[in-house]
DNA sequence: GGCATACTGGAAATCGCTTTCCGGGAGGTC
DNA sequence: GACCTCCCGGAAAGCGATTTCCAGTATGCC
């Protein structure tokens, strides 16, 4: 292993003229030492050792990211969102995937910050638990105390600054649009009552339907995944339209109508929420709100790493598009 | 920022002691002295600085990941494959992003050197060109000479371990299913001509078609992902079978089929490979050939960390997965 | 030419932790 | 009771960089 102390002495210089030249410093160094040190680190293939770096600055150049889980593709967009911008920053990115264990996220956020990254961001809905989610704001406090920076995408629960999609609103806007083709008996396939994204969003849909006057929708509960949306969709009794509350279950509904012979939008309007990319040439093409999942994810890094004084909250509003997937009742 | 110094004194102890009881050791200390360190490390609420404990040992516990597109679900399920084994090994988990800049590559490699990462595993297919390659394999031969341990996913190139789907043969057991339902006019919307796996796919498919006695496949190239099957679908002329080199340009070229009233599998058939699961619920459901592409994360990663002394390549088969976007051609 | 000023190069302290080595006390054996 | 082990605690030497000083030389200005 090469050390920055072997390349000083092939090149016959200090220790100090050699860390100048090759891992930068504000100092000038002379252009023939400059290139006796330079050539010496490529005889030897020097590669400065990061660990030692960090420990001398004090600092590293890596930032932490926690997602539930990588091959969601909402996780995987607000992921390759911050990874574009710390990329920009020259930046290093370790990802966590906790598999939606909030211990695992607790976990993750303690070992980020016993690694000194410059900020970590939480992806990923909070859950409806008072006492982990005081425990992990309080690991995130120890953290933010030792300099570290924190941003969220998600709930606005943690003190810190956070990126929230408008998961009330725009859950409302899709019920209002919906109401407005004529559909009067609603479902929700709701996801795992605890989950806040989710809840927001079933209670979003569920308080616009109410406030237009109409009958409560029928509330599904089950797993955030396809699956989830699969079977949840076998319960969705006499209701003309069924609003999912992610994507990824909208398309397991689908798949379950599909089988079961309910044409969708003739026999049932389905629609979901993200409008993720991949789904996108889904057959009936899906209704969803669009949430700019990649912008959202580097937002929050932007924020994490700009280090703002005072806490930011920032609104993303969702945007109703209307696809194939639901259609006018008559 | 707490420190094990500010730790050890203020239990009144050695350093040592108190490294002993909080960072683990073989050796052992009495309960009295251990029960103050923890105490007083919970008090003052200690993070060990891994930084500092790397430089120290030698060694960290991070590994690295590359590839080239998060947002694609064939590198996600690959990372995620990859990232459960590290959990497992307590490994934390660098992942960079190419977005398929060979350029890139070579960087992160050398960053994660730099970084003294315990593995480096390259996810994602080689390029046709012997510059780039040999440069990619100069940069690991160094990371390895420093006892770095890497394996990648993809083609036998690097000299490295390698977990290697089987591509042509997959591509060829695909040609021959599909001719056995009687297709003999086929087109393969086949990526870009550079990228081995797409090549690969492409060649596999071509000859054995050939071998059949059937008249050669027309081939269109273009982007690998689902605009690129979108823009070739529009090329294959009168086929009735057309190959796309991954689902996700299959789905492309499903959309491009859908819009212009061509039906399918009424008027042509379409098969794509990965079986990405994300696409299962496509309509029509995709025939394809399946990869356990997870399995192959986690395989490569263990193959990376296990340093063995010699070098493997597992071959990796596919299976032909036939669904509803075939037909026989009556 | 003389003096202040800027640069450049090097010695050495430092970052926070691990680990070897040493010393002392307890326990076991003959 | 002497001797040998075994264990536990601490002092100190690294790990591989950065960076602060300090010194020496070249430069600018009068």
């Given at each position: 292993?090469?050390?920055?102390?072997?390349?000083?002495k092939?090149?016959?210089?200090?220790?100090?003229t050699?860390?100048?030249?090759?891992?930068?410093?504000?100092?000038?160094?002379g252009?023939?030492l400059?290139?006796?040190?330079?050539?010496?680190?490529?005889e030897?293939?020097?590669?400065?050792?990061?660990?030692?770096?960090?420990?001398?600055?004090?600092?590293?150049?890596?930032?932490?990211?926690?997602?539930?889980?990588?091959?969601?593709?909402y996780?995987?967009?607000?992921?390759?969102?911050a990874?574009?911008t710390a990329?920009?920053?020259?930046l290093?990115?370790?990802?966590?995937?906790?598999?939606?264990d909030?211990?695992?996220e607790?976990?993750?956020?303690?070992?980020?910050h016993?690694?000194?990254?410059?900020?970590?961001?939480?992806?990923?809905?909070?859950?409806?638990?008072?006492?982990?989610?005081?425990r992990?704001a309080?690991?995130?406090?120890?953290?933010?105390?030792?300099?570290?920076?924190?941003?969220?995408?998600?709930q606005?629960?943690?003190g810190v600054?956070?990126v929230a999609?408008?998961?009330?609103?725009?859950?409302a806007?899709?019920?209002?649009?919906?109401a407005?083709?004529?559909?009067?008996?609603f479902?929700?396939?709701a996801?795992?009552?605890?989950?806040m994204?989710?809840?927001?969003?079933?209670?979003g849909f569920?308080?616009?339907v109410?406030?237009?006057?109409?009958?409560?929708?029928r509330v599904?509960?089950?797993?955030?995944d396809?699956?989830?949306?699969?079977?949840?969709?076998?319960?969705?009794?006499?209701a003309?339209?069924?609003?999912?509350?992610?994507d990824?279950?909208?398309?397991?509904?689908?798949?379950?109508?599909?089988?079961?012979?309910?044409?969708?939008?003739d026999?049932?309007?389905?629609?979901?929420?993200?409008?993720?990319v991949?789904?996108?040439?889904?057959?009936p093409?899906?209704?969803t709100?669009?949430?700019?999942?990649?912008?959202?994810?580097?937002?929050?890094?932007?924020?994490?790493l700009?280090?703002?004084?005072?806490?930011?909250v920032?609104?993303?509003?969702g945007?109703v598009?209307?696809?194939?997937?639901v259609?006018?009742?008559?």
């Amino acid at each position: 292993m090469v050390t920055l102390e072997d390349v000083a002495k092939q090149a016959g210089v200090s220790l100090a003229t050699a860390s100048r030249v090759l891992n930068g410093s504000t100092r000038q160094v002379g252009a023939a030492l400059r290139a006796r040190v330079e050539r010496a680190a490529d005889e030897l293939g020097y590669r400065a050792n990061i660990a030692a770096q960090t420990l001398a600055r004090g600092a590293g150049n890596v930032i932490g990211i926690v997602v539930h889980d990588l091959t969601d593709p909402y996780f995987a967009a607000l992921a390759d969102g911050a990874m574009r911008t710390a990329a920009g920053e020259r930046l290093l990115v370790m990802v966590g995937t906790t598999h939606r264990d909030p211990e695992q996220e607790i976990a993750y956020v303690a070992t980020l910050h016993a690694q000194r990254v410059r900020a970590v961001l939480l992806a990923g809905s909070r859950v409806a638990d008072e006492r982990v989610t005081a425990r992990l704001a309080a690991e995130l406090a120890a953290y933010q105390a030792s300099g570290g920076r924190v941003a969220c995408v998600g709930q606005d629960l943690l003190g810190v600054d956070t990126v929230a999609p408008a998961n009330r609103d725009g859950a409302a806007a899709l019920a209002r649009s919906l109401a407005g083709l004529g559909h009067t008996r609603f479902a929700v396939l709701a996801g795992p009552p605890h989950l806040m994204t989710a809840a927001d969003r079933c209670a979003g849909f569920v308080t616009a339907v109410r406030d237009l006057g109409l009958p409560a929708p029928r509330v599904v509960h089950g797993p955030f995944d396809r699956d989830g949306g699969y079977t949840a969709a076998q319960e969705t009794g006499d209701a003309t339209c069924v609003f999912a509350v992610n994507d990824v279950m909208a398309v397991g509904a689908l798949a379950a109508y599909r089988e079961r012979g309910i044409r969708v939008p003739d026999d049932v309007s389905v629609a979901g929420f993200d409008d993720i990319v991949t789904l996108r040439d889904q057959v009936p093409s899906l209704t969803t709100v669009r949430l700019p999942l990649k912008d959202m994810g580097a937002r929050a890094l932007e924020l994490a790493l700009s280090g703002g004084d005072s806490r930011v909250v920032e609104n993303v509003p969702g945007e109703v598009v209307l696809r194939e997937s639901v259609k006018p009742l008559p």
